[in-house]
C-alpha cells in the first residue's frame, strides 16, 4: 500500500487485491488488472465515520491510486461552489447537483494513458438547456463564458477544439437577433445545440447526433429531443420534486456518456478498469443529488459501470436506511454484497474503524525520528504511543496532529500529553502555529457553538448540562440549545456515552482542556465545577450515589469527600460496584490550579506523591476512622486518578503502588477478594499498556 495511510490496507492493498482493486478492475497505482467482484454492476460504497476518522483523506488517496490510469473525480459536497450560484447567475438554472456534475465532468474528462479525452454531449445538452433558463438578461459576456464551460465537455484529442467557438459564436447570435423580443431564450439554444450537433460527419459529430437523440426517451417528450430538453429545463426552473426529476436525468445522462465512452471493442482495449467517482460529505445536497439518482436508476435496472466511493459524515442517513453494512476489515477479501429490491439496498456502507496502537506506534515514530529527544529510540519516550492511542482513541487526526507537535515540541521540552497538546503546533510549514488542542477543535468542531459545547463538556446527561446553561449562558441558549448541541453531536457520528453529555473521551478531553485555559485564572473552569457540585448536592443527584459530586469535588481538588466515602463505603458495598464509583470520581479530569483564586500552585502534578505514600506522614484521618483503610483508599485513589488521566504518560512506580493496594485490600474483603485481586493484576498492566481500565469479570461467582 503506497497511500501513506495506516490501517486502511483492507481498501488499497495490491495482493491480494482489496476492495478498490476488486471493484475497480486496476491494482492502486498500477496499471495491472485485477477481476472484477461484482461484474455486473458494483455497489455505490458509503465510508463511514465521525470528524477525524480519516474519510476525506481515504478519498484522496484514492483519487491519487487512480489518476491518470482511468477517469477519477472528486466532489466534495461541503466545497463552497456547492453554497450558492455565482453572483451573477439566477438561482433558478443553478444547483448544487449541476454544478457537481460539471466539476465531475471536467475531472472526468481527463487522459489517462493508453486513451484520449471522454466527451460529456449527453450531459453537455442537458446543461446548457438548463443554464439557458438563466440567460434571459441577455448579458451576453457571461452567457459566452457560461457556454464555453459547458461545450469544453465535449473536446476530444481527436477532434479540434475549434467546434466549441463556433458553437458558441453561432449561440450568441441566435441571442443577438432575439434580443428585441422578450420572451425566453431556451428554445433557441436548444435549437441550436441541436443544429450544432448535427453538422459534420466526423465519427466525433456522429457521437453528438446520437447523443442528441438520447433524451427522446423523456417523459412526455413524445420522441422529440427538441421538446424533451425544453421540458428538462422547464422541470429544472420549477424546483422541489420537478427540479428532482430533471437532475436525476443530468445524473442519468452522465453515465450514460461514460458508459458510450467504454462502449466498443476499440474503446475497451484502450480502457482499463472502471471510472472512479469520489464523493466527499455525501451528506450535503450536492452528495445526495448524486447518491440518490444513483441508487435510483440501480434499482430501476438501469445499468452503469461507475464504481462510486463515498464519505459520509456519521453512522446512518435516512436515504441509506436499506444499506448493506461491513466494517472496513470485512471487505479485505470479499464482501458478499446483494442489493435487494429498495434503491438504498444498492449502497453499501462501510465503517472505517480506529487505527490500532501499532499504527498510532508507526506513525509517531515515524514523526519524531531523528528528533534529538530523551528517552527511546531516536527519541520517542517509550510511553508516549501508547498513550497517544489511549488518548484518541486512534483517531487519526488526532494522532497525526499529535506526531506533529511530537516532532515540533519534545525536543523543547514538552514531557506530556497535556503538554504537547498546549503546545503550539504548524500542520504545515506554510501555516502560523497555534496550540494543538485548539487545531484539533477546529477541525473535529468547526460550525460554531464552541464555546458553548467546550462548557457543556463537564456535564453529564441532559439536565446537568441544561444546568449548566442555565447558570453559566445566555438566557436565549436554553434547553433548546442544548437540545440542539445533542442532536448535533449525533449528527456527526459522535458516540454516546452513559454519564457524559460528551460521550467520546477525546473529544471531551480536548473540550475540558480548552475550558481550563479559557481565561488566565482558570474562572470558568471552576464556576462549571462548582454549578454542577451544587447540582448534583440537591434534587438532581441520584438517590444514593454520589459519584457525580465528588467527580467534580476532585476536579476543584477537594480529595477527602471522594476518599471519606470510598473509605465509608468499602466494606458493605458490592466490590464491583466500589471499583465502578472508584474509577468514575477518579476520572474527574486534572488540572493545576486548584486553589480558591485559580493559582497555579508550582505546576507540580502532587498524585503521584500521594500514591507512593509520600505525604502520609501529614495527614491525619478523621476521628474514629480506620487510619490504614484511610491512608490506602486516599492512595489508591491519587493512583488511579493518574494512571487513568489521559494526558499524563503512565508511571510504572505508580502502577506498581496500584497493584500493592489492591492487593492489600482483597485481604480485608474476603467476598470480594476475587474482583480486587484480578484488579490488581489487571489494572496496572492496562494503565502501562494505554488501555482503559474496565471492571474484572466475577468469574468466582460472588463479590
Avoid at 365 to 378: I, N, S, W
Wanted: net charge neutral; hydrophobic share 40%.
Amino acid at each position: 500500500m503506497h497511500t501513506g495511510l495506516h490501517g486502511r490496507g483492507a481498501l488499497f492493498d495490491t495482493d491480494p487485491p482489496g476492495l478498490a482493486s476488486r471493484l475497480v478492475g486496476l491494482r492502486p497505482y498500477q496499471l495491472r488488472a485485477t477481476p472484477y467482484e461484482h461484474a455486473g454492476g458494483p455497489p455505490f460504497v458509503v465510508l463511514t465515520g465521525g470528524r477525524g476518522i480519516g474519510r476525506t483523506a481515504v478519498l484522496h488517496a484514492l483519487r491519487d491510486a487512480y489518476r491518470w490510469h482511468t477517469p477519477v473525480a472528486l466532489v466534495d459536497g461541503e466545497d463552497e461552489q456547492f453554497a450558492a450560484p455565482p453572483a451573477e447567475r439566477p438561482a433558478a438554472s443553478w444547483s448544487p447537483v449541476s454544478q457537481a456534475l460539471t466539476t465531475a465532468a471536467e475531472q472526468l474528462a481527463e487522459p489517462v494513458k493508453g486513451a484520449g479525452r471522454i466527451a460529456f454531449p449527453r450531459l453537455s445538452s442537458g446543461l446548457l438547456a438548463v443554464a439557458a433558463g438563466g440567460w434571459s438578461d441577455r448579458d451576453v459576456p457571461r452567457i459566452r463564458h457560461e457556454a464555453e464551460r459547458i461545450l469544453l465537455l465535449n473536446e476530444t484529442d481527436s477532434w479540434l477544439s475549434g467546434f466549441a467557438g463556433r458553437w458558441v459564436s453561432k449561440v450568441v447570435s441566435k441571442l443577438v437577433a432575439s434580443m428585441s423580443g422578450t420572451g425566453p431564450v431556451v428554445e433557441p439554444i436548444i435549437e441550436a445545440t441541436l443544429e450544432a450537433f448535427a453538422e459534420g460527419v466526423a465519427p466525433a459529430h456522429r457521437r453528438l447526433r446520437k447523443a442528441a437523440t438520447w433524451y427522446r426517451d423523456y417523459p412526455n417528450a413524445g420522441g422529440s429531443p427538441k421538446l424533451a430538453l425544453i421540458l428538462l429545463s422547464r422541470h429544472f426552473r420549477a424546483g422541489g420534486d420537478s427540479r428532482r426529476h430533471a437532475e436525476r436525468h443530468l445524473v442519468r445522462a452522465l453515465l450514460a456518456d461514460l458508459d458510450d465512452a467504454y462502449a466498443g471493442v476499440v474503446q475497451r482495449s484502450h480502457r482499463r478498469g472502471r471510472p472512479v467517482l469520489l464523493v466527499d460529505n455525501v451528506q450535503e445536497p450536492a452528495g445526495l443529488g448524486l447518491l440518490e439518482p444513483v441508487l435510483r436508476d440501480r434499482a430501476d435496472g438501469i445499468a452503469d459501470q461507475a464504481v462510486f466511493f463515498a464519505a459520509l459524515r456519521g453512522h446512518a442517513h435516512p436515504a441509506l436506511r436499506n444499506a448493506g453494512r461491513l466494517t472496513l476489515p470485512d471487505t479485505a477479501r470479499e464482501t458478499d454484497w446483494r442489493p435487494g429490491t429498495s434503491p438504498s439496498s444498492r449502497a453499501l456502507l462501510v465503517a472505517l474503524p480506529p487505527l490500532t496502537p501499532d499504527d498510532t506506534l508507526h506513525i509517531m515514530d515515524t514523526a519524531t525520528r531523528g528528533a534529538a529527544t530523551p528517552g527511546g529510540p531516536d527519541g520517542l519516550p517509550s510511553q508516549l504511543p501508547h498513550a497517544a492511542h489511549r488518548l484518541t482513541g486512534g483517531n487519526p487526526l488526532g494522532i497525526t496532529l499529535l506526531a506533529a507537535s511530537a516532532r515540533q515540541n519534545l525536543p523543547a521540552g514538552a514531557d506530556s500529553l497535556g503538554a504537547l497538546l498546549t503546545a503550539d503546533v504548524a500542520p504545515h510549514e506554510d501555516h502560523a502555529g497555534r496550540p494543538a488542542h485548539q487545531e484539533l477543535l477546529a477541525r473535529l468542531v468547526p460550525g460554531g457553538r464552541l464555546d458553548e459545547l467546550t462548557l457543556l463538556a463537564a456535564a453529564h446527561d441532559r439536565a446537568s448540562a441544561c444546568s449548566l446553561a442555565q447558570a453559566r449562558l445566555p438566557e436565549d441558549f436554553g434547553a433548546s440549545g442544548v437540545l440542539a448541541l445533542e442532536e448535533r453531536l449525533a449528527a456527526e457520528g459522535w458516540p454516546t456515552a452513559r454519564g457524559q453529555f460528551v460521550g467520546d473521551p477525546f473529544l471531551r478531553t480536548l473540550l475540558l482542556l480548552r475550558l481550563h485555559h479559557t481565561d488566565p485564572d482558570h474562572a470558568r473552569w471552576r464556576a462549571a465545577h462548582h454549578t454542577l457540585v451544587d447540582h448534583y448536592a440537591g434534587t438532581a443527584a441520584p438517590p444514593g450515589d454520589a459519584r457525580y459530586r465528588l467527580h467534580h469535588e476532585l476536579a476543584l481538588g477537594r480529595t477527602d469527600p471522594a476518599v471519606d466515602l470510598l473509605r465509608d463505603t468499602f466494606a458493605h458495598t458490592d466490590t464491583g460496584d466500589w471499583l465502578a464509583s472508584l474509577l468514575f470520581i477518579a476520572s474527574a479530569p486534572y488540572h493545576h490550579a486548584h486553589d480558591p483564586d485559580g493559582r497555579d500552585a508550582g505546576g507540580h502534578d502532587h498524585r503521584g506523591d500521594v500514591a507512593l505514600g509520600r505525604s502520609d506522614a501529614a495527614q491525619r484521618p478523621p476521628a474514629g476512622a480506620d487510619a490504614v483503610l484511610h491512608l490506602r483508599v486516599r492512595r489508591l485513589l491519587h493512583a488511579v486518578w493518574q494512571l487513568t488521566d489521559p494526558l499524563v504518560l503512565p508511571d510504572p512506580r505508580v502502577a506498581e503502588r496500584l497493584r500493592f493496594e489492591l492487593e492489600q485490600l482483597s485481604n480485608l474483603r474476603p467476598a470480594g477478594n476475587a474482583l480486587l485481586w484480578r484488579a490488581s493484576r489487571d489494572w496496572p498492566a492496562d494503565a502501562l499498556a494505554g488501555r482503559p481500565l474496565r471492571i474484572p469479570d466475577d468469574e468466582d461467582g460472588g463479590r
